[in-house]
């Protein structure tokens, strides 16, 4: 019996012993690489194949949506709302290219961050910050051009759309 209890102590210390070692073993997570800088504003051809993109992927799967491509200050270049396409999608596309241009990252970020609760809800408080998966940077040569914005759809196939939209790009 009094073994048993010098030996409890001795093995709950190691044991705290071990998890910190294995712990501090683990290397530190990367930092983030920075946002891409802001470049000259997406070019109407640009906007026009990014568009285009968009539109292809969309009707290749019979989702209609809106599409609003946005330039590097965050002014409206074309917005198309497809025939069917709910009116209020309008509005929620451009919101989600805002955020993605004004914050340099796709939605999907703040879509993510808030899915894990906590202190990550105060995105809710953040003017222009749409927490809706769907709104991604158009990056050209590093450079942030513009964004593209879709809704109409679930969030993963308007993110869906704008990838193809971007990729038309190259």
């Not at 069917?84 to 796709?106: L, N, T």
Request: glycine fraction near 10%; charge should be positive.
């Amino acid at each position: 019996m009094k073994m048993e209890r010098l030996l409890s102590p001795l093995i709950g210390a190691a044991l705290v012993l071990a998890a910190t070692t294995a712990s501090a073993q683990q290397p530190p997570a990367a930092a983030p690489p920075p946002p891409p800088p802001y470049g000259m504003a997406i070019s109407l051809e640009q906007a026009k194949k990014v568009m285009a993109g968009a539109e292809a992927e969309a009707k290749k799967n019979s989702w209609n949506v809106c599409i609003v491509v946005l330039d590097s200050g965050g002014n409206i270049v074309m917005v198309q709302r497809m025939d069917g396409a709910q009116f209020g999608s309008i509005e929620v596309a451009r919101e989600k290219a805002y955020s993605a241009v004004a914050f340099r990252r796709p939605t999907k970020a703040f879509d993510d961050a808030l899915a894990q609760g906590g202190n990550n809800l105060r995105i809710l408080r953040v003017p222009g910050a749409s927490p809706l998966e769907g709104g991604i940077p158009i990056v050209v040569d590093g450079k942030l051009i513009g964004s593209v914005g879709v809704s109409g759809v679930t969030s993963a196939q308007d993110a869906q759309i704008g990838r193809a939209g971007i990729d038309s790009l190259k």
